[in-house]
């Protein structure tokens, strides 16, 4: 097998929450030891609940934002310290998809000057060679050339999420970090947009961090799913695996949520009790044992191994 494009090791990120006059300074535990490896032209996928940390992840690979320790290996370098001067050459091989297609896209600037931007940031490209690019970029994602004369507002959600595809590619990177591409979507859009995706990876060798909540989405995509709640990862496996044998029981939840197509098969929700904990307070032992149906007292004491059960089958959970 070849190396990973990206490797991250026991990875930890807080951010400071608030300070009373009479009490200790509080933190919020966004990621705490997380550890995964992406391979070249794979789609890794991070999936869990809202707050669970996955778009922090994502953000730290991009050096966005620092960590507090641990590190992040991209293609074959450590790039968890490097300088922001540094960092610049290496972002055109890192790009971003984002989840909102509307707050992503300035409102002010033709859709080619949007795409072109990184251009002029990473290459040596003159004027008409990006304008050509820009036009190259456009069809590719199915949208029209004369169409980079528009302001994003004259787009529908799904033809801006393609406009963000377009400027993500436009340096030709090795990883693409796309962070909910298709919430904010409709059903049947959705389906276009993860297509596209599957397509472009095919035809560029794109790497893909795909991150999202929706296990149905992830399916479809994935090549390995990683299953986070509250900044750990619980679970990790090939998606064929996760799905015909899942071993945690918040994977098991989230996978009995997954709507079934046929109306005849009946479905065996799994509901969990309780909210999730705030990750400014995280339960002691094992964070799930707040909601966990087996929970028992050595899972409110001791905090499980994150361990391989069986051939790149990882799982956090000492009964299984």
Request: charged content about 25%.
């Amino acid at each position: 097998m070849s190396e990973p494009l990206v490797q991250v090791q026991h990875l930890v990120k807080t951010f400071f929450s608030s300070k009373g006059m009479f009490s200790k300074p509080k933190y919020v535990h966004a990621v705490t030891d997380v550890s995964f490896s992406i391979y070249p032209k794979e789609t890794f996928a991070l999936v869990g609940e809202s707050g669970c940390g996955k778009s922090t992840t994502g953000r730290l690979i991009l050096r966005l934002l620092h960590p507090d320790s641990g590190h992040i290996i991209f293609d074959g370098k450590d790039i968890t310290d490097v300088t922001e001067q540094q960092m610049r050459p290496i972002r055109s091989n890192m790009q971003m998809i984002f989840q909102d297609p509307y707050g992503s896209l300035d409102p002010r600037k033709k859709v080619e000057n949007l795409i072109e931007e990184p251009m002029r940031i990473h290459t040596s490209m003159n004027a008409e060679e990006r304008r050509n690019k820009v036009a190259e970029l456009l069809d590719v994602v199915g949208l029209r050339p004369e169409q980079a004369d528009r302001y994003p507002h004259e787009f529908s959600g799904g033809q801006r999420q393609r406009i963000g595809i377009a400027r993500a590619l436009a340096v030709h990177p090795k990883l693409i970090i796309a962070d909910e591409p298709v919430s904010a979507l409709d059903v049947s859009i959705q389906a276009q947009v993860l297509n596209l995706l599957k397509e472009l990876q095919e035809k560029y060798d794109l790497t893909y961090l795909f991150i999202s909540h929706d296990l149905s989405v992830v399916e479809m995509i994935s090549d390995t799913i990683g299953v986070m709640y509250l900044g750990k990862l619980v679970e990790m496996a090939s998606t064929e695996e996760l799905f015909r044998n899942p071993l945690h029981p918040y994977t098991r939840a989230l996978l009995s949520a997954v709507p079934i197509p046929d109306p005849t098969q009946k479905q065996n929700r799994m509901i969990l009790k309780g909210d999730l904990p705030s990750p400014i307070n995280p339960p002691s032992g094992c964070l799930f044992h707040t909601r966990c149906p087996n929970c028992t007292e050595r899972c409110k004491q001791e905090e499980p191994e994150f361990r391989e059960i069986s051939d790149g089958h990882f799982v956090a959970c000492p009964y299984v």
